[in-house]
């Protein structure tokens, strides 16, 4: 079924709702970070909901899918805004006849309740049965326990428990068992992307784990536990990986520690309160699903083994100068923080290794909860940012100045070599390349309009060719088209012109490359674009339709000039500095 626009008639004027979320976007994106903030101290019998949360000196509402807002890893965080920009429509036109098409029926049920006594009308409610089978399975409890059982069962190292762990080093680094060097590993060497160049320079001094990722030939960690035997890799061992500390004895200890955590925290009687609220009730009803995984269910029963996991890593741990990870707010970042003040660690820095994007709601806080004791005791020491936007993102936040530094963006450190090759090598070139996306359904749009356009771009004299997001599967694309699936800085030399979505990071490796690069807008979507609201944004070229970037591959004049947007020094002055390394 074609996918349809929600659009609000008010009086004679139509609004559509996503143009009008994305041009009030500032606002209610503040209003979203200002609710989590006043959620998190709704008093509940004279306690704070966050005090309520505590367990073992650690804060399960910090480790919440709630505190974390991740745009990926929470749907809820936009139909929550939708519902916040239709109650700013209303609220504002208040004495005018209300139209509503095509809204989800359950966001419908709650207007329809809130504003019961206006004229307010909605036409063409969307209701899904998948969906609402969906939400049902994933409000059931017992259900959550078999997803634990089967997320413990990939990661177990299922073995004895060891108290030896590492011998003493001047570093540690904490990272995922993701964007790793191939070429390399198929040669038997571990080279993680995310720490290039520095790598080299402290490796001999470091101690590092990986988080285990599922991927489509490694789905269990015991399969990483024999591909490293067999492989015998120089610089790689199953005591390299987190998942290697998880015992089976843990899974009846988080079984234990969430009997004990439920009787003291009485779930239900929280949900009550927070149905009962006027501030919250509509708050709740969208986000059931998200508080019953995170103080009920699979959510909870993860960060239960996060906090086992670190309590008896850290207890045997040599003591080091510096820590590194890969900051994103994900709720184990919260008990690793923890963990390593508690058993006085050395300076710990929060890694920003990519882009931060306007919607990528990890990143932000309301303003007053960046000066809170709880920002300081759950964040790391330093936030390393590798861009000025990412920068600017963070700091406006009111977060110190003097958390925040400056470092080179070691992953995309090779865009100096590319850029001079491009700017050498100027010459007309026919060959367009369309990246693909992790969402599905931005994934799919994009996928027709390459559909579509493929021949008449192959009119035009141009070579088509498509690289699926690493995390998808290829879809049938037809013929005519080559499927890449090399990484980008080994495959860009070769393209001139690149169509993508806005939602990917990747984009800025190619605009960092001065590569005409064409951006592919959802309208019926939110913005996700890494160059939203900044400085770069205006000169992007974009488009929603098939003729809209026919037109405007056609007129482009192969000129596009290189944006400066990472930090880039191969010397790694900034890191050398900060980590005194000579």
């Given at each position: 079924m074609k996918e349809k626009n929600i659009l609000v008639n008010v009086g004679n004027t139509e609004i559509d709702l996503f143009e009008f979320i994305d041009q009030n976007s500032e606002v209610l994106k503040n209003q979203y970070l200002n609710i989590i903030l006043q959620l998190s101290n709704f008093v509940i019998n004279n306690q704070s909901l966050k005090d309520r949360l505590y367990f073992k000196d650690y804060s399960l509402w910090e480790m919440s899918l709630l505190q974390e807002k991740n745009i990926y890893k929470n749907r809820f965080?936009?139909?929550?805004?939708?519902?916040?920009?239709?109650?700013?429509?209303?609220?504002?036109?208040?004495?005018?006849?209300?139209?509503?098409?095509?809204?989800?029926?359950?966001?419908?049920?709650?207007?329809e309740t809130e504003f019961k006594n206006l004229k307010i009308s909605f036409v063409g409610k969307s209701f899904s049965f998948l969906n609402k089978i969906n939400q049902v399975i994933k409000k059931n409890i017992p259900l959550h326990f078999l997803y634990f059982l089967y997320y413990f069962f990939k990661n177990c190292s299922f073995r004895k428990f060891n108290d030896k762990v590492l011998t003493e080093k001047k570093?540690?680094?904490?990272?995922?068992?993701?964007?790793?060097?191939?070429?390399?590993?198929?040669?038997?060497?571990?080279?993680?992307?995310?720490?290039?160049?520095?790598?080299?320079?402290?490796?001999?001094?470091?101690?590092?784990?990986?988080?285990?990722?599922?991927?489509?030939?490694?789905k269990f960690f015991f399969q990483v536990e024999n591909l490293v035997k067999k492989k015998n890799f120089k610089n790689l061992k199953k005591e390299n990986f987190i998942n290697y500390f998880i015992y089976y004895k843990y899974f009846l200890k988080v079984f234990r520690d969430f009997k004990v955590f439920k009787s003291k925290i009485l779930y239900y009687n929280i949900v009550k309160k927070i149905k009962d609220s006027e501030n919250f009730r509509y708050f709740f009803e969208i986000n059931e699903e998200i508080f019953i995984s995170s103080f009920s269910g699979y959510t909870l029963l993860q960060n239960l083994l996060w906090i086992n996991i670190f309590e008896n890593l850290f207890k045997n741990l040599p003591k080091h100068d510096y820590g590194m990870y890969l900051f994103e707010n994900q709720p184990w970042e919260k008990a690793f923080v923890r963990c390593w003040k508690k058993?006085?660690?050395?300076?710990?820095?929060?890694?920003?290794?990519?882009?931060?994007?306007?919607?990528?709601?990890?990143?932000?806080?309301?303003?007053?909860?960046?000066?809170?004791?709880?920002?300081?005791?759950?964040?790391?020491?330093?936030?390393?940012?590798?861009?000025?936007?990412?920068?600017?993102?963070?700091?406006?936040?009111?977060?110190?100045?003097?958390?925040?530094?400056?470092?080179?963006?070691?992953?995309?450190?090779?865009?100096?070599?590319?850029?001079?090759?491009?700017?050498?090598?100027?010459?007309?070139?026919?060959?367009?390349?369309?990246?693909?996306?992790?969402?599905?359904?931005?994934?799919?749009?994009?996928?027709?309009?390459?559909?579509?356009?493929?021949?008449?771009?192959?009119?035009?004299?141009?070579?088509?060719?498509?690289?699926?997001?690493?995390?998808?599967?290829?879809?049938?694309?037809?013929?005519?088209?080559?499927?890449?699936?090399?990484?980008?800085?080994?495959?860009?030399?070769?393209?001139?012109?690149?169509?993508?979505?806005?939602?990917?990071?990747?984009?800025?490796?190619?605009?960092?490359?001065?590569?005409?690069?064409?951006?592919?807008?959802?309208?019926?979507?939110?913005?996700?674009?890494?160059?939203?609201?900044?400085?770069?944004?205006?000169?992007?070229?974009?488009?929603?339709?098939?003729?809209?970037?026919?037109?405007?591959?056609?007129?482009?004049?192969?000129?596009?000039?290189?944006?400066?947007?990472?930090?880039?020094?191969?010397?790694?002055?900034?890191?050398?500095?900060i980590l005194e390394i000579k």
């Open positions: 965080i936009f139909k929550t805004i939708k519902y916040l920009a239709l109650k700013k429509i209303i609220t504002d036109n208040i004495n005018e006849n209300i139209k509503i098409f095509y809204l989800e029926s359950d966001l419908a049920s709650c207007l570093f540690l680094i904490f990272s995922y068992f993701t964007h790793y060097d191939i070429k390399k590993f198929n040669e038997k060497i571990f080279y993680p992307k995310q720490w290039t160049g520095l790598w080299e320079e402290i490796i001999e001094n470091t101690n590092f784990f990986q988080i285990f990722l599922p991927n489509e030939k490694l058993y006085n660690q050395g300076k710990l820095i929060g890694y920003c290794h990519t882009t931060v994007n306007f919607w990528n709601l990890n990143y932000f806080n309301i303003k007053d909860y960046n000066s809170s004791d709880d920002f300081k005791k759950f964040s790391p020491d330093l936030i390393a940012v590798s861009s000025e936007i990412s920068k600017n993102f963070i700091v406006n936040q009111s977060i110190n100045l003097g958390k925040v530094i400056e470092v080179e963006a070691l992953r995309y450190n090779w865009i100096l070599d590319k850029k001079k090759d491009l700017n050498d090598k100027r010459i007309e070139n026919r060959k367009i390349i369309f990246l693909g996306d992790y969402d599905k359904n931005i994934n799919d749009k994009l996928i027709k309009i390459l559909k579509q356009s493929k021949d008449e771009l192959m009119d035009l004299g141009f070579q088509v060719s498509y690289k699926p997001h690493p995390a998808t599967k290829i879809k049938n694309i037809g013929n005519k088209i080559s499927v890449i699936k090399e990484d980008l800085e080994d495959l860009i030399n070769n393209y001139r012109y690149i169509v993508s979505s806005n939602s990917t990071s990747a984009i800025i490796e190619t605009l960092s490359c001065g590569l005409n690069t064409f951006l592919f807008i959802d309208k019926n979507n939110f913005n996700l674009s890494p160059i939203k609201n900044t400085k770069i944004e205006k000169n992007v070229e974009f488009f929603f339709t098939k003729d809209e970037l026919i037109s405007k591959i056609e007129n482009s004049q192969n000129n596009f000039e290189a944006v400066e947007y990472y930090y880039l020094d191969k010397e790694l002055k900034r890191w050398k500095k």
